[in-house]
């Protein structure tokens, strides 16, 4: 890539320009916008549509909007929200079947003409879409709809400022700083953005903002703005004996004690920016002469999930529970040579009781056998 | 090793019309269909490994994953067992000669063919395990003198749950020891009374050293069978057993079928007994 390696700045109205040259350029351009009480993602068409002056207070089981004493547009950290929605949809339809007189025949429908532009992503959700890279690309099969969308995808990162209680992505060595996997990268500071450019057609889509290389008073700003997201971080997961620690206490009394306190409501999962199960239904119109099969999320709490010949393997909410962790922090580290996890603490702050997986693994690992 | 197409790779859904030639009556509630499939994209293939399955796709109801149940080199057509379990394969059993349906496959891992090379081979069956098995039967008796002895432990509820019986002489002039139990004696039933361990635990295994054991049935009935080995000295890396999840996409993609770390439909259903043994005996997992 002919990467300048100067970090340009550019005043905040200039976004807009960003914004209309990523639309001219075919891209549904999503970010967030404030909907229903919290910052979620969807299309937006005009900087004014961003959450400017919000910012999200997080603890386990709690989500509000406050507003801040200034009129930051990124001053918030992750809510309901992840991108995953756009590579992985949570409908698809895959397939359609229609009856012919030869009998049925079926006509693939993942074909897609979608180009996304994300803008706001943070770190964190960087390495969430790394890990869906090599979930639906880098295995023996490739979710076709996935491919196609990831290889359009134009990515504006955004460095947090500041940090959630229920943030741990320094544990998960996945944030806050914007290293990899981007096109643009943004900090802001008060008088504009600093911005790092990570490829090709990210160094072509920025000239329509008029950057100019960043003084290095600027890049001071940018700096402490994005060290204060690193100091603010409190809480923290020791990942030293993952993945082996879970697997290897599958019989633990925790599983029962968390079962107890977790509700099944599949929460988590579909907050979640790496989970990926889903399943098929069958939609068929009235005179079974064209079926779609559509994909939809799922979940590993829906009870039947492990439905097998009549009856359910995972027959309680803490064999359930105990899926879940196991998959995302240990069995994901051999299936996918990842860690399933990466500190965002959705998890933790959209779980309606509050259960906090730092503490589930810190638990199971105080009285775990060897 | 396995058997696995490009055009899958890139889109697993990619559903193919199959056209059922033949249905041949097995056992009560069960039929073996002869499938083809006709490819716009040129000829039809009909490769797989023994141990492979496709998914067979009935529109408006779902799809179920069933195992090939035919002869590896046969190249005219797909053979599949089938029983009526759930709403895809009772649809399914009321189509006939002529009616189609989709198929996408084959998916998942075979038996370990290479590896069986040069030793004795203890093969056991329970009930519909018998399926996934027949296309491993036929290979290695098309190459017999390859294997050194060979038994079939064959176990069913009773006589008429026993699959393939039409074919066990030819198996037993193949050179395959074909041994039979029933968990329960019906009239003209003269043979062996229990489970398949009772018969696995009296074979004498001249060298269990360079034995392998392979196994497709009910999970517990593979879990004791593997206990059955072990105790007689086959080694836990000898062992291999064919395995059943609920699964949804056959690709690794839709994560219903975990067991462990092990996702039944890409890493199985064939797998090495000593990689999943701890993941069996946990309840709920």
Known sequence: ?370 | MTVHSTALRANPWLTRTARIEDVIGEISGVCTYRLTVSDKNGGASYGFAPGQFNMLYLPGVGESAISMSGDPARTDSWIHTVRVAGNVTKTLAGLGRGDTLGLRGPFGTGWPHEELIGNDIVIVAGGLGMAPLRPLIYQLMSQRDKFNRIWLICGARSFDGLLYVREYNTWRKGGIDVQLTVDRATDGWAGHVGVVTLLIDRLQLPRPEQTYLVACGPEVMMKYAAASGIRLGIAEKRIWVSLERNMRCAAGLCGHCQLGPEFICKDGPVLRYDRIRKYLFVEQL
């Not at chain 1, 603890?59 to 992840?82: C, E, I, K, M």
């Not at chain 1, 409501?265 to 939609?283: G, K, Q, R, W, Y």
């Not at chain 1, 009235?286 to 079926?291: A, E, G, I, S, T």
């Not at chain 1, 996890?341 to 589930?360: A, K, N, S, Y």
């Open chain 1, 1 to 370: 890539m002919a990467q300048t390696s100067a970090v340009l700045f550019f005043s905040k109205p200039r976004l807009q320009s960003l914004l209309d040259e990523l639309r001219t350029r075919g891209y549904c351009v999503v970010g967030p916008t404030i909907d229903q009480e919290a910052i979620i993602y969807d299309e937006i068409l005009s900087v004014d549509e961003l959450p400017r002056g919000w910012t999200d207070e997080q603890a386990p089981g709690q989500y509000r909007l406050r507003r801040r004493d200034d009129d930051a547009w990124f001053g918030y950290v992750v809510g309901p929200h992840s991108w995953k929605k756009y590579l992985f949809p949570p409908k698809t339809t895959l397939l359609s079947a229609e009856k012919t007189a030869n009998g049925w025949e079926f006509i693939p429908r993942a074909d897609d003409s979608t180009s996304f532009a994300l803008l706001g992503v943070r770190a964190c959700e960087l390495a969430a879409i790394r890990i869906q890279d090599r979930v639906f690309l880098d295995g023996p099969y490739q979710d076709p709809l996935y491919r196609e969308r990831r290889q359009r995808l134009f990515i504006v990162a955004v460095n947090c400022t500041q940090a959630a209680s229920t943030c741990f992505c320094t544990s998960m060595k996945t944030g806050p700083r914007c290293e990899q996997g981007f096109d643009l990268a943004l900090t802001e500071i008060d008088s504009g953005f600093l911005c790092d450019v990570g490829s090709d057609v990210g160094q072509d889509v920025i000239a329509v903002c008029s950057a100019v290389e960043a003084t290095s008073e600027q890049q001071q700003s940018a700096a402490s703005a994005r060290q204060q997201a690193v100091d603010q971080i409190e809480r923290r997961m020791d990942t030293s004996d993952l993945p082996g620690l879970l697997l290897g206490n599958l019989d633990h009394p925790r599983w029962k004690e968390v079962g107890d306190r977790c509700l099944s409501c599949t929460n988590c999962t579909m907050v979640c920016p790496t989970c990926f199960c889903s399943s098929v239904t069958e939609i068929r119109d009235l005179n079974m002469d064209r079926v779609d099969r559509e994909r939809s999320w799922d979940s590993c709490f829906n009870p039947d999930f492990s439905y097998l010949g009549g009856s359910l393997v995972r027959n309680d909410t803490a064999s359930r529970y105990r899926q879940w962790l196991t998959h995302k922090l240990d069995s994901w580290q051999n299936q996918f040579g990842t860690s399933g996890c990466v500190g965002c603490g959705r998890c933790i702050t959209w779980c309606p009781v509050g259960i906090d997986l730092t503490e589930e693994v810190a638990a199971i690992r105080e009285t775990s056998t060897p």
